[in-house]
């Protein structure tokens, strides 16, 4: 009796075993099923056949955003669902989207069911992946040139920058002030090595006059030249990428957009620094002096 009550016992823990295993897998015999569909990773690519590093990603409707990282891939992860008003999450379709500055936002659309992302459906596969990748379309060149590009402290009493904004390929409106938020001519000077950021004041070089949005034919170009004392900047060797304040205007985008998690609004002078834009020879290098 004993020995029949023992193996009973067995072949009832080995079937709720065997049980549990299977409930791991979905019914089509494919990917485990673990509720953690809270997430949507991808990439996001430039028209110019490289990554949209920094890029901004950011979901309408939850306002939750995150960066690509500096391969272009990213990953957002929703609110957990008590946070997301009402009861049960949030259900419907939601807009995600994918901005660089000087490029054309794109957008998709994601469905949502109880606060939690739909895998494997519309742009979504399984796995909670884009199935395709973003690719943003240029509107507007950069370029910005250095004068000069290494400056030796007691050497160079400044720099001369010289920003020019080319439209690429379709019409383009362009809101490039010389006056923010009190700031003449303001330039933000990021260290790249510590990450900290300042907007100051320079001096303009030319009369700037006119509207402060002007839009811009394909191929035309606008031009403005800065001069930032030398004194902005500390006595040692480091690298600084140094950010003209600009924005396209002639895109639709959502008002809460520009808004900043920790506060304010990212096209304030103070946080404009995180918005991602694709400029070329941004960098400058210093070099501390012999004492």
Known sequence: MNRLYILLTGLVACA???AVISCTKSPL???TISGDTDTISGKVMLDTNTVAKNALIWLDGLNVSTYADENGNFTLKIPPVLSQGGSGGYTGTLSMYFYVGNYAMSKQAVALQSGRFIYNSGPIDKKGKLKSNIILRKLLDIDIELLPQLLVF???PQIKITVTLTAVQDTVSVYFPGVVDGTIGPIIIANQETGEHRAVQTTLI???SGPDTKTLQAGESQRRIYLLGAGFFENKT?????IPY???RHQVIPNRFYLNPGGGALTSLENYWQLPFDRTNSILNTQKSDD
């Open 154 to 156: 007691g050497a160079d």
């Open 16 to 18: 709720v075993i065997l």
């Open 238 to 242: 480091a690298r600084y990428e140094l």
């Open 246 to 248: 600009l924005l396209l």
């Open 206 to 208: 030319g009369v700037i």
């Open 29 to 31: 015999g494919e990917n």
